[in-house]
């Protein structure tokens, strides 16, 4: 600032005084303007405009000249009231006038860059901005806003698919290739495919309806999305984006919030993916993770929802239709939706035209021809009612979830992996045999059962599976009632014993390995010191057998008592050969041949045939392990039966063919039957258990015009019952037991069966023989029958402890008992003293006591050996079933 305007000036100099002065009358005028209202000069004249500037310049020149003109001047210009008239006041004066003059003379917006409000305006009219502030507004905004798109586009990322937008279910089908459920895999109903499967027309249909400038434009529609937030922000009706690409971007990396942040990042991320994914990639993952309604997300899931075929079948007006849906599926399935307007009718009426209009949309963009669309006409598709995509009531899930624990035991897929879905699932199961074998059961049950008026009759269970010989593909099981009421599967964990079902193992055994050399004190003998045997070996069929060890000493349990087997009903069938003795289902022959061929070696034979050997540890200890007081699960039962039923070459039980995920084979099943037994021990074996259905304890499971072989067994305490048989081309087990459902129920085990179904006993050939022979009966319709080969003599003749070289034989085609079910379990009272005969050199008088029966029988042999506790360890547990595991009681 200039020294003046530092200095006040004195009262009695230069112009203000002289202002004072002026300014007061009498007589004293103020200049006089001119027209213009300028202040004139003395003479009339204008004075000149005289700056700031220009006035200290004055000041500076006229040295020591008076400046009272240009001190007037300046004073006038400014038109301060500080003596504009005659223009005196010497140098000081003129500093003054000039000084300010320029302050209040200038323009008052000048110098600021924003001029708003706007200077030199009054009222409301300062608060109109300019044309200049608008457009300059206008041009700096929208430079921010490029600015900000451009570092947003350079810092944000394409992200990976979402997991809701990659989660699938897996798609599981029968033996046929026929689609059988879509489980598994999380809460969405999806299954991606690939560009390939998806046909050409469904792409047209779905361009020319929602984008036909897809494969052109960038991946945004500006407009759309300035409309949404539009919208969004003046609290108008939600929208989306408009594009293809937006849409895919929104279904696949985004979430469905319609929110002013998640707009702005569909923005930037779909002009990112339009410029750096194709346009088949991006075609692709929207028409897999759009939804179509009828919780079907992607075009495969809606394909079948829709018509019950896979997409790459799907014809043009079809695929019209489902294009439509993405509009809107509430309203545009025929089916019907949620709300007043979602009728029937009112959906028919707008899926018809939404039809007809795209049909129309492809000719007028190009993508379909005229002459195709005139052939469509107005011939509206058939659409299929609505079922529920994902469905595992009855035996569905007990299947699915049998193929689940296949798929992660043997394949290369994690149960991680499987539940992240995607896999198409090609099974070994047949469905009319899984039909025929549920019907079975139903029809037996409902004959029979009477929950609501007998005690018995409650909590009653079954288990059953179904096995092809030489091949092990499991084609049918039984799991229980429901699925969804019952959880564990009764054909793969059960924890039942199985009873004499076992006794063809001890024979297999003894024909394949022989019997050991008593006076050989090596109870690990090879088989070159063993002697084979041949079904027509004599053992002695006493009830209440005294039982030794291979080399004639006493059996003992680990209480010191003697070990006597009884027969159930305490029935004595003297000396008997082996093949009668398993007509009748005697149990103390087999018992001692088994000790004779030890426990081991007949546990090695089963898990030879096809048994898991978890389901047979801590039961070889005791004489009773010949009595199947193992628990293997009706699935590798059969598969074990299978083994005899294909002359000895075994197959492992499987139940997938073969795996695929996105068209790639990820497993593949390898058939494998290695000759566990030769043809002369398996064949042999199924002349014997022949003979059992033929005219012994299971001639209710006869079939007629067919040959079959097959084996009763029933528990000690009729815990459970079993029968287990094949014909040439199939092998089926069929398992009965009582066990409550409710896990969460104290002290549960497995109840007897006294009296159930209005029976005084269970048997083996009474309910299971039924059901097997009335599911085997229509599981065979249509296959021609077959006979089973002819068997060769094997081994030797041989004579257990008490037998004598020269008995009276019992011919094999007279039954000693009758051919009705003879119990062939102990019948759990201990044993009195036994007399001995007057020439019986092995009989020990008063030799004590055995229980045979609820020791010795099948519920846990000695006290060794005991009960398993709720009722057993299933076969390899509750997670392995018949891959085996470490858990197994029933749920």
């Known amino acids: 600032m200039s020294e003046h305007r530092r200095k006040p000036p004195k009262a009695s100099e230069g112009g203000r005084a002289a202002a004072r002065r002026g300014a007061q009358p009498p007589g004293r005028r103020a200049a006089p303007r001119d027209t213009s209202g300028s ?23 006229g040295g020591r000249r008076r400046a009272g003109a240009a001190g007037a001047g300046a004073a006038g210009a400014a038109g301060a009231g500080y003596g504009g008239h005659g223009g005196g006041g010497g140098h000081r004066g003129g500093g003054y006038g000039g000084d300010y003059g320029g302050d209040y003379g200038d323009d008052p917006g000048k110098g600021r860059f924003i001029d708003y409000p706007r200077a030199g305006r009054y009222g409301a009219s300062r608060w109109i901005p300019s044309w200049k502030l608008v457009g300059g507004s206008a041009l700096g905004s929208m430079a921010l806003l490029i600015g900000a798109a451009g570092i947003g586009l350079a810092i944000v990322g394409v992200p990976d698919p979402n997991d809701a937008a990659t989660a699938q279910k897996n798609v599981y089908y029968w033996d046929n290739n026929k689609p059988m459920v879509v489980a598994g895999g999380g809460d969405v109903n999806r299954q991606i495919v690939p560009l390939s499967k998806i046909p050409q027309h469904m792409q047209d249909a779905v361009i020319s309806a929602e984008n036909a400038s897809f494969e052109t434009d960038s991946g945004v529609d500006p407009m759309g999305i300035l409309r949404a937030v539009f919208n969004m922000a003046t609290g108008g009706t939600t929208q989306s984006g408009s594009t293809i690409t937006q849409q895919y971007v929104k279904n696949a990396m985004l979430s469905q919030d319609q929110t002013l942040s998640r707009k702005v990042k569909e923005l930037l991320i779909s002009t990112k993916v339009g410029a750096t994914v194709s346009k088949d990639e991006i075609l692709k993952g929207y028409l897999n993770t759009a939804y179509y309604g009828r919780g079907a997300y992607g075009i495969q899931a809606a394909s079948r929802a829709y018509f019950n075929k896979n997409s790459e079948k799907l014809t043009a007006s079809e695929s019209a239709f489902l294009s439509a849906l993405l509009n809107g599926p509430n309203l545009y399935d025929p089916a019907g939706g949620v709300g007043e307007a979602a009728t029937k009718d009112k959906n028919l009426a707008r899926a018809k035209a939404r039809w007809s209009w795209t049909l129309n949309r492809e000719v007028a963009v190009g993508r379909m021809k005229k002459a195709d669309r005139d052939e469509i006409g107005e011939k509206f598709p058939k659409v299929l009612p609505p079922r529920k995509a994902t469905e595992k009531k009855g035996q569905i899930g007990y299947l699915t979830d049998l193929a689940d624990g296949y798929v992660t035991n043997k394949g290369d897929i994690t149960k991680e992996q499987l539940d992240r879905g995607g896999f198409h699932i090609y099974t070994t199961f047949n469905q009319k045999k899984v039909k025929e074998m549920e ?137 008997i050969n082996l093949r009668e003795a398993m007509r009748v ?71 997938v063919r073969m795996v695929k995920k996105e068209d790639n084979v990820v497993y593949q099943h390898k058939k494998k039957t290695p000759q566990a037994f030769t043809s002369a021990v398996a064949d042999n074996v199924t002349d014997v258990l022949k003979n059992v259905v033929d005219k012994g304890t299971g001639t209710s499971a006869q079939l007629p015009g067919r040959q079959v072989a097959g084996k009763t067994g029933t528990t000690d305490g009729n815990k459970s019952a079993w029968f287990v ?54 599981a065979l319709t249509g296959v021609p029958p077959a006979n089973f080969p002819t068997p060769v003599p094997i081994g030797d003749k041989i004579y257990g402890p008490g037998a004598s070289p020269s008995p009276t034989p019992t011919p094999s085609d007279t039954p000693s008992a009758s051919p009705s079910e003879t119990p062939d379990q102990p019948s759990g009272t201990p044993s009195p003293t036994q007399g001995c005969g007057l020439f019986d050199p092995n009989c020990e008088e008063n030799s004590g006591g055995q229980n045979g029966g609820t020791d010795g029988g099948t519920d846990g042999g000695t006290s060794s050996s005991p009960p398993p506790p709720n009722g057993g360890n299933g076969n390899g547990g509750g997670g392995g079933g018949f891959f085996g595991g470490s858990t197994g009681v029933p749920e």
């Open 39 to 61: 202040a004139a000069g003395p003479y009339g004249e204008e004075a000149p405009y005289m700056g700031r500037a220009a006035a200290r310049r004055a000041q500076k020149s």
């Open 439 to 575: 019907s079975a059961v139903k029809t037996i049950y409902k004959r029979n059962m009477r929950p609501k008026e007998r005690e018995r009759d409650k909590h009653v269970q079954f288990g059953g599976a179904s096995v092809k010989p030489k091949d092990g593909a499991i084609v049918a099981i039984y799991g229980g009632q429901d699925w969804t009421k019952h959880f564990t599967n009764n054909a793969d964990v059960t924890g039942a014993q199985v009873g004499s079902t076992f006794k063809p193992f001890v024979l297999a055994a003894a024909m394949r390995d022989g019997v050991r050399d008593p006076k050989n004190p090596n109870p690990d003998q090879g088989r070159t010191d063993r002697k084979q045997v041949s079904p027509r070996s004599v053992y002695s069929g006493k009830n209440k057998l005294l039982i030794r060890d291979y080399a004639g000493k006493v059996w003992h349990n680990e209480k010191g008592e003697e070990w006597r087997q009884v027969n159930d009903g305490n029935e004595s069938y003297g000396d």
């Open 585 to 655: 289902s005697a149990n103390s022959p087999y018992v001692q041949l088994g000790m004779d061929v030890g426990t081991q070696t007949v546990k090695d034979a089963a898990v030879d045939a096809g048994l898991h050997e978890e389901s047979l540890d801590g039961s070889t200890n005791s004489p009773s392990f010949a009595l199947g007081t193992a628990s293997p699960s009706a699935i590798r039962m059969a598969g074990a039966y299978a083994t005899f039923a294909a002359s000895g070459q075994q197959a492992d039980p499987y139940s």
């Open 725 to 778: 048989g094949y014909t040439p081309q199939l092998s089926t087990a069929v398992g009965m037991w009582r066990l409550n459902d409710d896990a969460a129920a104290k002290n549960r085990h497995f109840l007897k069966m006294f009296g159930t179904g209005g029976q005084k006993k269970i048997h083996g050939a009474s309910f299971p023989a039924e059901i097997w022979a009335t599911y085997m009966g229509r």
